[in-house]
């Protein structure tokens, strides 16, 4: 980790022009994980909405880049930033320390409510909130259309949720949507250091810090019909139900 933050010093340091000033409408990508599986499916997907308003990106620092995206990375007039983690933070830290280009105020959006208070947020910045809310409430109608269809499959179905992620609103929200029914929401404080953070907590069953051995008592006494479970849970989970097995 040390090392990939002191190469990402010595590209700012040597590689970007420092002669350039910000120009309107460029906005650049800070904090991309190289390794990350859905990296380019979620750019483009970034892309085309920031296209709605005719802002252009200018560099992602560092992923998928030229040298001469990095020369430039002072055009952008904004800077956004995909991961709050170590990582991220970690380099928006090097270049407020060097540049003067600010940060959006929020993160990558997830869901549908991220992804309107994000856009809100970078078309104030540049004098677009008419033409931001127009594209909100056109997304908001094609949503909801897809709510309301899928809602009679749906509805009534109960969901467990294990996951290491604490903020997942944006799966929460169309979950609510479609009026099914989360029974309880797990959680591990394994990576991100915030506790449980969510506009729906008063209606959540949210167990803190849990114990990955009383999942099973979970499932037998609340009877999920579907249980969401993020990767890392999966495997601990799979392991813990399998040794008496193999033992």
């Not at 994980?33 to 005719?54: R, S, T």
């Not at 252009?56 to 007039?77: D, E, M, P, Y």
């Not at 969510?198 to 249980?227: A, C, G, M």
């Amino acid at each position: 980790m040390d090392g990939i933050l002191n190469a990402y010093k010595t590209i700012a340091d040597n590689l970007v022009n420092k002669n350039i000033g910000h120009e309107n409408l460029k906005v650049n990508i800070i904090g991309e994980k190289p390794m990350e599986v859905n990296q380019e499916i979620n750019f483009n997907l970034i892309k085309e909405i920031l296209a709605n308003l005719e802002i252009k990106i200018k560099c992602r620092f560092l992923a998928n880049t030229s040298v001469n995206g990095i020369k430039n990375l002072l055009r952008g007039s904004l800077n956004l930033l995909v991961y709050d983690d170590r990582h991220g933070l970690s380099v928006k830290k090097i270049l407020e320390k060097r540049f003067a280009t600010p940060f959006a105020h929020y993160l990558y959006p997830v869901g549908f409510d991220q992804t309107a208070k994000w856009l809100r947020d970078i078309a104030r910045f540049y004098n677009k909130t008419v033409q931001a809310d127009l594209i909100i409430e056109e997304k908001r109608e094609l949503y909801l259309k897809q709510i309301n269809r899928l809602r009679p499959s749906l509805e009534g179905i109960k969901i467990m949720i294990i996951t290491h992620r604490h903020n997942i609103d944006w799966l929460i929200q169309p979950v609510f949507d479609l009026n099914m029914d989360i029974v309880k929401v797990c959680t591990y404080p394994l990576i991100f250091k915030n506790i449980f953070q969510s506009e729906f907590s008063d209606k959540l069953n949210i167990e803190l810090n849990d114990d990955i051995k009383e999942r099973k008592h979970d499932i037998e006494k609340l009877k999920p019909d579907l249980v969401i479970i993020w990767l890392f849970q999966a495997m601990l989970l799979l392991i813990y139900l399998l040794l008496p097995v193999m033992m």
